[in-house]
């Protein structure tokens, strides 16, 4: 039962209910709010099949959502499994409860926390308020000292995307180290197949530098990308950007940006939100770079996507850069705000296309190796079993 209030359907909220039920013969829900149909509609089409119950949206209360509580209450001792997304105080109470009510079923969450908040409390994914204030004492206290070693005693199963996000995480919560195990995103193999989308050639793309997400989100940190085009001669190349501009102010610095440099405006080309996950797709298929100029992130992915679709990856230094370049074996790793290196990298791809051919290939076979969710969920099943033979099932 998968059981989230983030529902991106492509992503493990959607995809592991969906191919537990494919593969491994499960009866896989996810729930959701009536008011989240739009969202499902949006990506109905990449997951066909997956099973959702619809709930009213009744608000929530101390952060904690109504209706997902009272269906909780009502269907924990029908849930063999429950599947809940992200590390966060939420989180820990609906797994609390649900051990309450079904002490014998599996709790799993996927993590996919931003591994850099660590910087700050190398203690725990979960932050701490650093202010001296009665209010924030006690919420510290009573989150970190009683809901989170509740939760980690209870919890069965907690995956982590990245690599080297694993032996951090295992070496934080030492008592609990067993519990936590790399299970990477992926990409859906069979929904390409089943669109029937072919995989183009190097020779069949197009001299596109492509880019996708929230764009102009503080996130996204887009304005990298676009001061780095100031210092780069596109030749015949076009820039891509596909996404919803969600900020306001972003668009006053395109405004300016544009002014500056009247010659990129036939150059860049905003495609806008794009639903269709297949319309997608083609986009990273007639591509031959992306680029990502994220501030954070844990392993993102578009740029899995845009790897299986053999592009050659520009990506800053996030969390999952290096277990999707491979330690910058098949793509390129920047600084994060360092304009002048992507400039370069943007540079060099566009005058030396072999190179940008080689890294293409050598990512997409990383990607089929080790990114398709029809393997990846393989080692979820793993973990569930050997979970229920330790119990004496």
């Not at 709930?55 to 029908?78: E, M, P, Q, T, Y």
């Not at 860049?268 to 770079?289: A, C, M, P, Q």
Request: hydrophobic share 40%; no cysteine; proline share 3%.
């Amino acid at each position: 039962m998968g059981f989230t209030d983030y529902v991106d359907l492509v992503k493990p909220p959607g995809m592991i209910p969906l191919k537990m039920s494919q593969k491994h013969g499960y009866k896989s829900y996810i729930v959701l709010h009536r008011t989240d149909d739009k969202r499902f509609i949006d990506y109905k089409n990449a997951v066909k099949g997956l099973k959702v119950i619809k709930l009213k949206d009744r608000g929530k209360k101390f952060r904690i959502d109504i209706s997902l509580l009272k269906f909780l209450v009502r269907n924990a001792r029908n849930i063999d499994i429950l599947h809940r997304f992200l590390y966060t105080i939420e989180t820990m109470f609906y797994v609390i409860l649900y051990k309450i009510l079904n002490p014998k079923g599996i709790a799993y969450v996927t993590l996919d926390n931003d591994l850099s908040t660590l910087k700050d409390y190398p203690y725990s994914l979960l932050p701490k308020y650093p202010e001296r204030k009665l209010r924030k004492i006690l919420r510290n206290f009573f989150v970190h000292k009683i809901l989170e070693p509740i939760f980690l005693r209870l919890v069965d199963l907690l995956s982590i995307q990245v690599v080297d996000g694993l032996e951090i995480l295992r070496n934080i919560y030492k008592k609990h180290r067993d519990k936590f195990f790399y299970l990477p995103y992926g990409i859906d193999d069979e929904f390409v197949k089943l669109e029937n989308i072919q995989v183009k050639s190097f020779d069949q793309k197009e001299n596109i530098i492509l880019t996708v997400g929230r764009i102009g989100s503080r996130q996204k940190n887009n304005e990298m990308l676009f001061n780095a085009l100031e210092k780069v001669d596109l030749k015949n190349w076009t820039v891509m950007i596909v996404g919803q501009i969600v900020n306001p102010e972003f668009e006053k610095f395109l405004e300016e940006f544009f002014l500056r440099n009247s010659h990129l405006k036939e150059k860049i080309v905003f495609k806008g939100h794009i639903s269709d996950r297949k319309s997608i797709y083609n986009l990273y298929n007639i591509s031959r770079i992306y680029v990502l100029t994220s501030l954070f992130e844990g392993l993102n992915l578009s740029t899995i996507e845009a790897g299986y679709f053999a592009n050659y990856l520009i990506i800053t230094d996030v969390t999952g850069a290096k277990d999707i370049t491979n330690n910058g074996e098949f793509g390129d790793i920047v600084s994060i705000n360092d304009v002048d290196g992507l400039a370069r990298k943007l540079q060099f791809a566009i005058d030396n296309p072999d190179y940008v051919m080689e890294k293409g290939e050598k990512i997409r076979q990383h990607v089929l190796k080790n990114f398709l969710w029809d393997n990846i969920i393989d080692s979820l099943e793993d973990k569930i079993r050997s979970t229920l033979t330790s119990r004496g099932y």
